[in-house]
């Protein structure tokens, strides 16, 4: 994986920048929302769906040093964008596949509906449109489109921008709009071995803050979002029983087995085939020979 996002949830204030921008730049309707009597109850929508993309959730978690006895953490979620993406392997049609930049995206116009990819995420991310005819597969594909040459920037830079500052815009606008509008510097894009050293760089110049993991690491191979927190992340909702192996490695063999699997079975539906077309062929002579012995 060549490039990811790297949150730090301790720098995020839940301005929720990043949640409307994706919504903005992915064309995304809104959904009705309500607080509810959980400690989640600040979080709206309550989980990702077809048209909602990115989430900031809100935790509560006790903490005795915290003005009344709790503190608010906000974390950002969506795709993982997983170095060996669970979702891909399962496709049956690469609908879904890893981009050079480090993003899960999808093309629905090779998706035949199957929602392999849904059972498959370890995230619980993919989601399908339920309200749909024709549903197709929605989640964050960690913007493609902007990284990777948006129509409507190079046609911006190539009109009216100077050299100079086309070169600025085009280091602006190449990340994800969710990076581009974070207030406080808690979403870093760019290349993931660096992030990762920042990680590491911020986790031992001030080890009181940070809980002593960066998450998204070694999690089910890795992933291209990594994050660092104040407090566990079992407390926020991550879950930390995943293991360190790419969920694809656990699935290799079962499906390498299909293809030889497929052609045996064609093969024996076959003969199968065969032999029921050649005892008709037999009984249909036999039945005309006994029909010419008839005086």
Same mark, same amino acid.
């Given at each position: 994986?060549?490039?990811?996002?790297?949150?730090?949830?301790?720098?995020?204030?839940?301005?929720?920048?990043?949640? #409307?921008?994706?919504?903005?730049?992915?064309?995304?309707?809104?959904?009705?929302?309500?607080?509810?009597?959980?400690?989640?109850?600040?979080?709206?929508?309550?989980?990702?769906?077809?048209?909602?993309? %990115?989430?900031?959730?809100?935790?509560?978690?006790?903490?005795?040093?915290?003005?009344?006895?709790?503190?608010?953490?906000?974390?950002? /979620?969506?795709?993982?964008?997983?170095?060996? *993406?669970?979702? #891909?392997?399962?496709?049956? #049609?690469?609908?879904?596949?890893?981009?050079?930049?480090?993003?899960?995206?999808?093309?629905?116009?090779?998706?035949?509906?199957? /929602?392999?990819?849904?059972?498959?995420? *370890?995230?619980?991310?993919?989601?399908?449109?339920?309200?749909?005819?024709?549903?197709?597969?929605?989640?964050?594909?960690?913007?493609?489109?902007?990284?990777?040459?948006?129509?409507?920037?190079?046609?911006?830079?190539?009109?009216?921008?100077?050299?100079?500052?086309?070169?600025?815009?085009?280091?602006?606008?190449?990340?994800?709009?969710?990076?581009?509008?974070? %207030?406080?510097?808690?979403?870093?894009?760019?290349?993931?071995?660096?992030?990762?050293?920042?990680?590491?760089?911020?986790?031992?110049?001030?080890?009181?803050?940070?809980?002593?993991?960066?998450?998204?690491?070694?999690?089910?191979?890795?992933?291209?979002?990594?994050?660092?927190?104040?407090?566990?992340?079992?407390?926020?909702?991550?879950?930390?029983?995943?293991?360190?192996?790419?969920?694809?490695?656990?699935?290799?063999?079962?499906?390498?087995?299909?293809?030889?699997? #497929?052609?045996?079975?064609?093969?024996?539906?076959?003969?199968?085939?065969?032999?029921?077309?050649?005892?008709?062929?037999?009984?249909?002579?036999?039945?005309?020979?006994?029909?010419?012995?008839?005086?």
């Amino acid at each position: 994986m060549d490039f990811g996002v790297l949150n730090d949830t301790t720098r995020c204030i839940g301005c929720r920048s990043c949640q #409307v921008s994706c919504k903005n730049e992915n064309k995304l309707p809104a959904e009705p929302t309500q607080l509810v009597g959980h400690p989640g109850g600040l979080t709206n929508p309550p989980q990702l769906s077809a048209s909602t993309h %990115t989430i900031v959730q809100c935790h509560e978690i006790e903490d005795a040093e915290a003005p009344g006895g709790l503190r608010l953490v906000y974390t950002k /979620r969506q795709c993982m964008h997983c170095d060996q *993406p669970a979702c #891909v392997s399962a496709c049956p #049609v690469t609908a879904l596949h890893k981009t050079e930049h480090g993003g899960v995206a999808y093309d629905e116009d090779k998706c035949i509906g199957c /929602r392999y990819c849904v059972w498959a995420c *370890p995230f619980g991310v993919p989601t399908a449109e339920w309200d749909s005819l024709a549903p197709r597969i929605r989640k964050c594909d960690l913007c493609s489109d902007r990284i990777l040459g948006d129509i409507r920037a190079q046609e911006l830079n190539d009109t009216t921008l100077p050299a100079p500052a086309r070169k600025r815009f085009e280091e602006s606008y190449k990340k994800p709009a969710c990076v581009k509008a974070c %207030t406080t510097g808690a979403l870093t894009y760019g290349r993931h071995d660096e992030l990762l050293e920042e990680a590491h760089r911020r986790l031992e110049a001030e080890p009181a803050r940070y809980h002593p993991h960066v998450y998204g690491e070694e999690e089910v191979g890795g992933t291209s979002i990594l994050y660092l927190s104040a407090v566990p992340f079992e407390k926020l909702g991550f879950r930390t029983d995943l293991g360190t192996t790419a969920y694809p490695t656990y699935t290799a063999t079962a499906l390498g087995l299909v293809p030889p699997a #497929v052609i045996g079975i064609g093969a024996a539906l076959g003969g199968i085939h065969l032999l029921a077309r050649r005892k008709a062929a037999v009984a249909r002579e036999e039945a005309e020979r006994k029909l010419g012995e008839t005086p």
